[in-house]
């Protein structure tokens, strides 16, 4: 079953492009092979590179609902996928007196107590569906079993309704920083794709896009040095996010172009440890910070 | 780089695919049926026109996670080719090297990703083959390399940048803020053009010999099981990043091993005071307490052209593993010692340019830069001879190559007798210990010679000798 939201590759770039995303041929080729072959897609890899950002701009090409599920630490079922509603189940029950168990039973076990939660919401919308597991990483081990199950079949079964089974497919992107390794299963379910950092072009591209007004040299000038600070061995070397904060800063600060003392008294924009900026400092030969 | 592959058909397809896999599965890659079923139909999707697509699909069907992309990238070029065959101009001679280089220079100064490549083709074509039979019998990265030395084009490369940027703003002012980023930028760009030479070269050897052999053999492995012989930059790269957690798993193993010598030694002198108070009788065997005197490591690494890689890893691994030593002091020569302890303590934080500072730093060559075991040896012997006592464990790192000079054996038999252990750890396979100008055999006569060609080897060999 196929999401069939896009035509061809191009079509992927193309449309992302038209509302804000600049995908990698990379990115491009995996988010059609998941519309196509109907897969979920798992996209890892550092910080602020776009993971996120991309599920919400294919629901913005493919006019889809954006359901979201948050993963956390303790992150499980009844957040997950859905909860009965007690509070109301209680108040029915006190207000049906007069009925025999089994009529209450069967009423207060219905849809109106049910609390559907993302998966289960992403699982029965009968529109086209962008479910984003983001941060699945930070999720217990438990919560992939239920993943696993959910994302096989495209059906939940909950024990007082019966089996509740996808009538259409939504588009599902699960992202992870890798601070945990994924199971092997969940894995084998997923087409995978890694985003790194993109290439000087693509980046200058991004930047050019995200901060309107900024010179085209002036973002030339700051991707080369992203680059040069990503060749170091940083703690925390700057990702497309920080890029795009040090050019509206210096939009902001009215520089028109790189030099010595700009990039000294901005340094702190980017690189976020005191012991990275130092490094940094002398490697760019930037006299005292 | 869009160019379709002649070769790649609907038809030919499948079967490449399917070697693809056989090799993928061959270095340990898990893919299943279904996985398999998927990649031929990622493929049917993206079609065959355009090769990098075809490599994103399969990437993103047949992976799991990002440390396989390296080995599936080598793999995948072996099996879909971006030309088919090798191409047409194969008699270039050495009077084109010259040209060739200019044309290298000119495309590293555009950063030209498509001229690049095909550069790296066309050099491997002209200066790469060997043998005798029209066709080569043979391509070799490391002979193209050699005789291309795309590293020395730096200096022209970045005229080249300097010239068309006074061209596009003529006369303006003061140097720009990201010229000083421009060095580093050109030796990025060096780097990877070197590793396409070395993909190119597997493509023709696995043209020639078939795919599957190459595939198996000499796309390397996981980091740690590659020849440190032969590991590239990228590959070098790699590695460095699995020294820490090898250095944790070692700390975890001698530990333990300390903790096991520790229990159990009966200390006859004080079991035998104690039982004045039983009457005579030993009643409670009193345990030796180990004094936690750690040991003393000297480790003497040859630090020359091709091994350096190997000193260079191990002197990181040694760095991270100081904690388990009262004392660790490194040595490194070419053909002079010089003591590069502090050095590498500094270097943890930038491993990667470890081997340079070294070379730039410490005295290790004397009027020429060829290795020298015997005046190196005998260097170390007469300046720092005092850093190696009873409780010292010494690790000479080298292959042995003397190049012809004298292998200065006293020097080596005055270390093993003043020294509690001496081990020569040998990068290479002990078939080759006895030829062209290796004294590794007789070294091995003197002291334990082992040979250690890859990380996994060296952990290994690291968690077991080392004293305790
Ligand atoms: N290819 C791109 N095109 C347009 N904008 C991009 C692109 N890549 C990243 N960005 C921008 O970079 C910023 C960071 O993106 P996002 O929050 O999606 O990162 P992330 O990978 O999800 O990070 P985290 O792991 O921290 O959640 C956003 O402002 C996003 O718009
Ligand atoms: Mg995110």
């Given at each position: ?29 995996t988010v059609?092979l998941a519309?196509?072959l109907g897969k979920p897609l798992l996209v890892e ?86 479910l984003?597991i983001?941060?699945t990483d ?6 992939e079993?239920?993943l696993l199950?959910v994302l096989s ?18 588009f599902v992107v699960l992202t992870s ?5 994924l199971s092997e299963a969940l894995r084998r379910r997923c087409l995978f794709l890694h ?95 | ?31 299943g049926?279904g996985e398999?079923?998927d990649?031929?139909?990622a ?16 990437a993103a069907t047949l992976l799991h996670q ?403």
């Amino acid at each position: 079953m196929t999401t069939g939201y896009f035509t061809s590759v191009d079509d992927v770039a193309e449309r992302l492009a038209a509302t804000g995303y600049l995908a990698s041929p990379a990115v491009a080729t995996t988010v059609f092979l998941a519309d196509r072959l109907g897969k979920p897609l798992l996209v890892e890899g550092p910080a602020g590179v776009g993971k996120t950002e991309l599920a919400k701009a294919v629901a913005r090409v493919a006019d889809a609902r954006l359901i979201r599920l948050q993963c956390y630490e303790g992150v499980d079922e009844s957040r997950a996928l859905y909860e009965w509603n007690h509070a109301k189940q209680l108040l029915r029950i006190t207000a049906g007196r007069e009925e025999s168990w089994d009529e209450t039973r069967t009423d207060i076990f219905g849809e109106e107590f049910l609390l559907s939660r993302p998966l289960l919401t992403a699982i029965r919308s009968a529109d086209p569906t962008v479910l984003l597991i983001d941060e699945t990483d930070k999720a217990d081990v438990e919560v992939e079993g239920l993943l696993l199950e959910v994302l096989s079949d495209f059906q939940v079964t909950v024990p007082e309704l019966g089996t509740i089974t996808a009538t259409r497919r939504p588009f599902v992107v699960l992202t992870s920083n890798a601070s945990r390794e994924l199971s092997e299963a969940l894995r084998r379910r997923c087409l995978f794709l890694h985003i790194g950092f993109p290439e000087e072009e693509l980046e200058r591209r991004i930047l050019t896009m995200r901060v309107p007004g900024l010179d085209e040299a002036l973002a030339a000038s700051l991707v080369r040095v992203v680059g040069a600070l990503r060749a170091m061995d940083l703690r925390k070397v700057p990702s497309v996010a920080e890029t795009i904060d040090w050019a509206r800063t210096l939009l902001a600060l009215g520089a028109g172009t790189l030099d010595e003392t700009v990039v000294r008294d901005s340094l702190g924009v980017i690189l976020k440890h005191q012991d990275d900026i130092l490094k940094a400092a002398a490697k760019l030969d930037l006299d005292a910070v | 780089m869009t160019t379709p592959s002649a070769e790649v058909t609907a038809a030919g397809v499948t079967d490449r695919l399917t070697g693809l896999v056989r090799a993928l599965r061959a270095h340990g890659f898990g893919i299943g049926t279904g996985e398999s079923v998927d990649a031929g139909r990622a493929l049917e999707a993206v079609g065959f026109a355009d090769r990098e697509r075809m490599r994103e699909a399969l990437a993103a069907t047949l992976l799991h996670q990002e440390g396989q992309r390296a080995l599936f990238d080598r793999v995948f070029d072996l099996y879909f080719p971006a030309s088919a065959g090798p191409v047409a101009d194969e008699t270039a001679g050495q009077a084109d090297t010259a040209a060739l280089r200019e044309r290298l220079a000119a495309a590293l100064a555009a950063d030209d990703r498509s001229a690049l490549a095909r550069l790296a083709g066309e050099a491997v074509g002209s200066l790469g083959g060997y043998g005798s039979s029209p066709g080569s019998d043979g391509w070799s990265s490391y002979q193209t390399l050699a005789r291309l030395r795309p590293e020395t084009l730096l200096a022209r490369v970045r005229a080249m940048l300097r010239d068309a940027s006074a061209l596009e703003d003529a006369g303006s002012q003061a140097p720009a803020f990201t010229d000083r980023l421009t060095d580093d930028e050109i030796r990025r760009r060096i780097e990877a053009f070197r590793e396409q030479v070395r993909t190119e070269a597997r493509v023709r050897v696995a043209e020639r010999q078939g795919r599957d052999r190459v595939a198996r053999r000499a796309v390397g492995g996981a980091a740690d099981s590659v020849d440190f012989l032969l590991a590239g930059r990228a590959q070098l790269d790699e590695l460095r990043r699995t020294v820490h957690p090898l250095a944790r798993k070692l700390a975890t193993r001698l530990a333990a091993r300390r903790r096991r010598a520790a229990r159990g030694r009966i200390d006859l002198r004080r079991t035998l005071r104690g039982s004045l108070s039983t009457g005579g009788v030993p009643m409670r065997p009193v345990l030796r307490r180990r004094r936690p005197g750690r040991p003393e490591l000297v480790l003497l690494c040859d630090v020359s052209g091709s091994v350096a890689g190997f000193a260079n890893f191990t002197m990181l691994l040694v760095q991270a593993l100081h904690d388990q030593f009262s004392r660790v002091r490194v040595f490194a020569f070419v053909n002079r010692t010089d003591e590069v302890t502090d050095l590498i303590a500094r270097g943890s934080s930038d491993p990667a340019g470890l081997g340079a500072r070294i070379l730039a730093e410490a005295e290790l060559t004397g009027w020429h830069g060829q290795s020298d075991y015997g005046s190196a040896l005998g260097e170390f012997v007469e300046r720092y001879v005092d850093a190696v006592g009873p409780r010292t464990a010494v690790f000479i790192l080298g292959d042995a190559r003397t190049n012809m000079t004298d292998p200065n054996l006293p020097a080596v038999r005055l270390i093993r007798d003043r020294a509690r252990r001496v081990h020569w750890l040998n990068p290479e396979q002990p078939s080759l210990w006895s030829t062209g100008d290796s004294a590794a055999l007789a070294y091995a006569e003197l002291v334990d010679m082992r040979p250690c060609r890859n990380a996994r080897q060296l952990g290994e060999l690291i968690g077991r000798l080392l004293p305790v």
